[in-house]
């Protein structure tokens, strides 16, 4: 069953179109990934589905249009979005961004802060901490715990493994993985590592230039042999 | 240094010290210092409520104005119109002037949020500069009795409140001019607190960090740069109100209704500690203090003091505090409260709890 279905999306920054209209799906449970060079549009076709930025297209989230919904609508619907670059927030410490995440709910807020800080133990120790101090690596993980603190069942994840150490984006793959196995979170993936990308992905969908320009499963994906060549590297 | 645990004996010995030493110096200055000492703090508690009505929009959320003596102009004129043409009773003024100004500043920010920045800026600079200009138009005189201003705004008789009892003649109006300031403070106070340190608050810090992240975190934006504006300039009415019950009168260049009011709420903020709740407080005392000991150094000094300031016949204290806030920015990037609290951690660190033992089962 298809979560979120976007056809003829159209998007971009005051006179300049960025995204030139094209369909886009992601089935409960499955994690999707968007992989494009620099400037495609992925963080673009991010904003526009979470209603940062106005857009012409249909998107329907769980059989709701939210075409022309407001981010916050969107996050009540349950998409929850971790900005490119992270973006927590450096003044207040690592249990407050944590608690800003859950800005849209006030039961068992608590009980679930210590369930992400199982998840992601690192982050308990700092947990008094301002999140300004935290390592990149230990940033992202709370961009994550935070934007899971909303209870969503889609999560936007724009390039995670931006500027982390390999073993570091192993680790929160791996944990991404896991949530979508084990929780049946579903997840659309931002990301340029192909070889990564290829690795998680349930289906894959390649942008360029505000286009879908192929799209597959990510066995069907790897197999063919133009894409091998611009994405893999071999 | 010494360490001392959260919550420990010797911790709650500190803090009721500190309390004590605060609550000594309140009453202190009312019963035992002079009539125009007494003024002066509570010219301090008017300009640290305006302060800290700034700081809830500008400290904490980061949208910067330049408006709010315009707000604050706003209070004054309500309370002074209503208690003279329509014989209001002074103390209903504050809740009418507050909603006023409530008002007023939603209206203002509506469309002003939506821009940000250098533009934002520019709009409440706008509002500034408007407002006296508005009050002095003609048409208007009938309501603000044009450039001339309103005066011998003032409680008929003062208001018999329980341990004050009956205060009379001049001293006896500064003594409840006091009090009346310190109330508001204090209510001042624990408004901001209990919106900075709620569900709340957090939006608002997010906004400052990160509006992007907040936004898609679920915060409306728009709906709550709004609300807080709105807050924040009733806080502000009502040190205007406070300040034209004080001194009786208020005018179109009367203290603190100009722009360069919004320059002074401006500094004291960010000398104190911009985002601190104790920020204005430690700056509206160090700019009422500097204001009073550098009055005359324009006209009558000389040596070196009369060299510096010698062509200048106002109060060097802005000039001073404009000089000061320069080097604090270098020196303590978060003002004088991050400064005091850097220097304190050298003489005692409170420990804080142990992290995950301190977790309420319920709620936030
Ligand atoms: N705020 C903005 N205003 C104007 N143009 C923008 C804005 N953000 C992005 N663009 C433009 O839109 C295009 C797509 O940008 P986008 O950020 O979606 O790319 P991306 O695929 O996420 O790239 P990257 O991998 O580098 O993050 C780019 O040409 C960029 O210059
Ligand atoms: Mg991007």
Redesign the pocket.
């Known amino acids: 069953m298809s979560l979120l279905s976007i056809t003829d999306l159209a998007a971009g920054?005051g006179p300049?179109e960025?995204l030139h209209g094209f369909d886009l799906q992601v089935n409960q449970g499955e994690i999707v990934v968007i992989l494009?060079a620099?400037?495609?549009?992925?963080?673009?076709t991010m904003r526009a589905i979470s209603g940062m930025i106005p857009r012409r297209g249909r998107i329907v989230f769980d059989g709701q249009d939210i075409s022309s919904s407001s981010p916050d609508s969107i996050v009540r619907l349950g998409i929850a979005q971790v900005p490119?670059g992270r973006g927590t927030f450096a003044d207040l410490t690592v249990e407050d961004n944590m608690l800003a995440g859950a800005y849209i709910r006030r039961d068992e807020v608590l009980a679930d802060v210590e369930r992400w800080f199982d998840v992601f133990p690192r982050l308990r120790e700092r947990r008094s901490q301002r999140a300004g101090s935290l390592s990149g690596g230990e940033q992202q993980m709370l961009a994550i715990a935070r934007a899971l603190m909303s209870r969503p069942r889609l999560l936007l994840c724009d390039?995670p493994s931006l500027g982390l150490a390999p073993l570091i984006t192993q680790e929160l793959f791996g944990v991404l993985k896991k949530l979508n196995a084990e929780e049946g979170l579903s997840i659309l993936l931002v990301e340029?590592n192909a070889n990564l990308a290829l690795k998680v992905a349930h289906r894959v969908y390649l942008l360029e230039t505000g286009n879908v320009v192929s799209s597959g499963s990510a066995a069907e994906l790897a197999a063919d042999d133009s894409i091998r060549k611009a994405y893999l590297g071999s | 240094m010494m360490k001392i645990n959260h919550g420990s004996p010797q911790h709650w010995a500190l803090r009721t010290l500190g309390v004590a030493l605060i609550a000594l110096i309140i009453v202190w200055v009312p019963t035992q210092m002079s009539t125009s000492r007494i003024g002066q703090f509570s010219d301090a508690f008017v300009l640290i409520i305006a302060a800290m009505s700034l700081n809830l929009v500008l400290g904490f959320t980061g949208q910067i104005s330049i408006g709010h003596s315009a707000f604050f102009g706003i209070g004054g004129y309500t309370a002074a119109i209503l208690i003279k043409d329509h014989g209001w009773s002074p103390g209903y003024t504050f809740y009418a002037a507050a909603a006023l100004a409530f008002v007023v500043g939603c209206l203002i920010a509506l469309p002003a949020l939506r821009i940000k920045g250098i533009y934002l800026a520019l709009v409440t600079l706008a509002v500034a500069v408007l407002f006296p200009t508005l009050v002095k138009w003609k048409k208007l005189a009938w309501l603000t009795d044009g450039a001339k201003g309103i005066d011998s705004v003032r409680y008929d008789e003062l208001p018999v409140w329980p341990i004050l009892g009956e205060l009379k003649g001049r001293d006896g109006r500064a003594v409840f001019a006091y009090w009346l300031a310190f109330v508001l403070l204090v209510v001042t106070y624990l408004v901001c607190r209990g919106l900075v340190k709620s569900r709340f608050g957090r939006s608002l810090v997010a906004i400052r960090d990160n509006e992007t992240a907040a936004a898609v975190m679920g915060v409306n934006l728009t709906v709550t740069k709004v609300l807080v504006f709105g807050v924040s300039a009733a806080l502000c009415a009502l040190a205007g109100v406070l300040s034209t019950l004080r001194t009786g009168v208020i005018t179109p260049e009367g203290q603190y209704v100009t722009l360069l009011g919004s320059i002074v709420f401006l500094l004291i903020m960010v000398v104190g500690g911009a985002g601190t709740l104790w920020g204005p407080i430690v700056g509206g005392l160090v700019y009422v203090w500097l204001d009073n000991t550098t009055r005359g150094f324009g006209s009558e000094s000389d040596g070196v003091i009369g060299f510096l300031f010698g062509w200048s016949d106002q109060s060097p204290a802005t000039l001073i505090l404009g000089l000061a806030l320069v080097i604090i920015m270098f020196v303590a990037p978060y003002g004088l409260v991050g400064l005091i609290k850097r220097l304190w951690v050298k003489v005692v660190v409170v420990v804080p709890k142990p992290a995950g033992t301190s977790l309420p089962t319920t709620g936030q």
Not at chain 1, 38 to 44: I, L
């Open positions: 920054y300049l960025v494009g620099n400037g495609a549009g992925k963080t673009t490119q390039e340029q």
